[in-house]
């Protein structure tokens, strides 16, 4: 488990990352959503012990990170632009992280190399950025660390990629109980693969929940009231965080389970009714908006 306690950096007089505190479960996948400068990177790069908060404390499996090998050995971090030595190739970088982490797998790198048809011995610096990422995020599943950090990783992939190395990291999760960090700006990128989302927001947490608890207590219905009295009785002690109307059509979205609005509905008399699901962004507009945040100006793109 990875316990972030008020964590705070500054540079210079600009505060990048402002009491930030997060526990991330081991064995799940935690998405950390942001704009460019929410302080995304430097959580990671804190959390991997490359940069020492100025506050707070950062546990990794109850270890201080800094200056600590052994909590070291238990992370990969994939930065945006993962380092490659100069002139270096595929194979080069497998000596090198064969030799750092004592449990890479050669033979398992060398299989996946080939069956993303990258050539171990191109020079890196011909890679696109794409490939490079690819590269990347071979060398980190095959370090077989307890933790892979990554920032903005699926960034630059192609959709056919990106599925490939989702389905890597469910592997690995399923069979050695990885536990993924992912930071990126798009939310759509997470959504079909994240189990937690946290929210940073000029350098704080805005919102950390589970996924799966926000996608069962937020649920959007469209439904055609029979009458006036029907719409009145049936918006009655629900917990409203968004209504909109086009005709008669009503648009509502509620915090409430899909069940106890189903029950709910059953005592007025509609023309027309229906329980939609929402999607990560319509979560995290609704979450966001009840605390006065506008997200549509912060991410979402």
Not at 125 to 136: D, E, I, R
Not at 153 to 182: C, H, N, W, Y
């Amino acid at each position: 488990m990875i316990e972030i306690y008020n964590v705070t950096k500054c540079f210079d007089t600009i505060k990048a990352v402002d009491e930030v505190s997060v526990t991330i479960r081991e064995n799940t996948v935690f998405g950390l959503i942001g704009t460019n400068g929410a302080g995304k990177s430097t959580v990671l790069r804190m959390i991997t012990g490359v940069l020492k908060p100025d506050e707070g404390t950062i546990a990794v499996d109850n270890m201080p990170v800094y200056d600590n090998v052994d909590a070291k050995k238990k992370m990969f971090f994939i930065a945006d632009e993962p380092y490659f030595f100069a002139n270096g190739c595929a194979q080069t970088m497998e000596h090198y992280y064969s030799r750092i982490y004592e449990n890479f797998n050669t033979e398992e790198f060398y299989q996946y190399l080939e069956n993303f048809n990258l050539d171990k011995r191109r020079k890196i610096n011909t890679f696109s950025k794409g490939v490079k990422k690819q590269l990347a995020l071979l060398l980190g599943i095959c370090a077989h660390t307890k933790y892979l950090l990554c920032d903005e990783t699926f960034d630059g992939l192609d959709p056919v990629m990106r599925q490939g190395i989702k389905s890597i990291l469910a592997k690995e999760m399923e069979e050695k109980g990885l536990t993924p960090v992912i930071a990126s700006h798009n939310l759509r990128e997470l959504e079909d693969i994240c189990d937690h989302i946290g929210l940073l927001h000029r350098g704080g947490v805005l919102l950390s929940k589970d996924l799966e608890d926000m996608k069962c207590n937020i649920q959007k219905v469209q439904c055609v009231f029979a009458s006036l009295g029907d719409e009145t009785k049936a918006l009655e002690g629900l917990e409203i965080l968004k209504k909109e109307q086009r005709g008669s059509l009503s648009t509502i979205t509620v915090r409430s389970t899909k069940e106890e609005i189903m029950a709910h509905f059953a005592t007025v008399n509609t023309v027309f009714f229906e329980v939609l699901p929402l999607s990560l962004e319509e979560i995290f507009i609704s979450e966001t908006e009840v605390v006065g945040y506008d997200i549509k100006k912060l991410i979402l793109n």
